[in-house]
């Protein structure tokens, strides 16, 4: 079965860069039928895509974050990495990280990781 | 960007009751729209995928239907585990887009 398993600090200071890590395991980031996207949800509101990447690097990344938001894959090490960059209090979520294959929905989910932007 | 609408934002019903929940789009999206199912502290369960195909392991009670702007959730015969709350989303472009919930509550 799948596993998909967020990782970084919990805790990013404002106007700092927030990184997490999604490691696959049992199964290939490589693959060609799929993406791998992450999606934030503040507490106790709705999702939100962040953006999706290709195991060849190729990213989409939503318009109202690009400017701030890199996505990264490592084959190597089947993982993919999301940066933020000059954070504010509006960026405190839970940030998942997920599989997405073609257009048809992200199919699984790591368990999510709260990520709270504070001093 | 399209904007998804569900309604209702909240519902209380019954275990056993037949539910339905709407989601639209703000421009026609085809049948590539998604629901999933979260529960409090969970991640998000895809239930449902392009409008009207059951992911697999989830039960027959769900079902989805509708092409272009508008789409429906069903659940047929509510049981316990159902409560929670609920999300579409399109898959038709860049960005995706969810809808912003719909709170399944025990009557």
């Known amino acids: 079965q799948l596993q998909l398993q967020e990782s970084g600090p919990g805790l990013v200071k404002p106007s700092e860069t927030l990184s997490l890590t999604c490691t696959v395991s049992?199964?290939?980031?490589?693959?060609?039928?799929?993406?791998w996207g992450w999606i934030r949800q503040p507490p106790g509101k709705g999702l939100e895509w962040i953006g999706n990447?290709?195991?060849?690097?190729?990213?989409y990344y939503n318009p109202s974050l690009k400017s701030r938001v890199t996505i990264s894959v490592d084959t190597s090490k089947n993982q993919f990495s999301l940066k933020l960059s000059s954070v504010s209090a509006a960026d405190t979520a839970v940030y998942y990280c997920?599989?997405?294959?073609?257009?048809?929905?992200?199919?699984?989910w790591g368990q999510g990781t709260l990520v709270t932007v504070s001093s | 960007d399209i904007q998804m609408t569900q309604s209702p934002s909240s519902v209380s019903a019954s275990v056993g009751d037949r539910v339905t929940i709407t989601c639209r789009a703000s421009?026609?999206?085809?049948?590539?729209l998604a629901w999933y199912q979260q529960k409090p502290g969970k991640a998000p369960k895809l239930l449902i995928y392009a409008a009207s195909s059951l992911q697999t392991g989830v039960p027959s009670r769900f079902s989805g239907s509708g092409s272009g702007t508008d789409f429906t959730l069903t659940i047929s015969s509510l049981q316990p585990e159902d409560f929670a709350t609920y999300y579409c989303?399109?898959?038709?472009?860049?960005?995706?887009?969810f809808g912003q919930g719909t709170k399944l509550e025990i009557k």
């Open positions: 990447i290709y195991y060849s690097g190729s990213s």
């Open positions: 421009q026609g999206i085809s049948n590539w």
């Open positions: 049992s199964g290939s980031i490589s693959s060609s039928s799929y993406y």
């Open positions: 989303q399109q898959a038709n472009s860049f960005p995706y887009t």
């Open positions: 997920a599989r997405l294959e073609g257009a048809t929905g992200f199919d699984y």
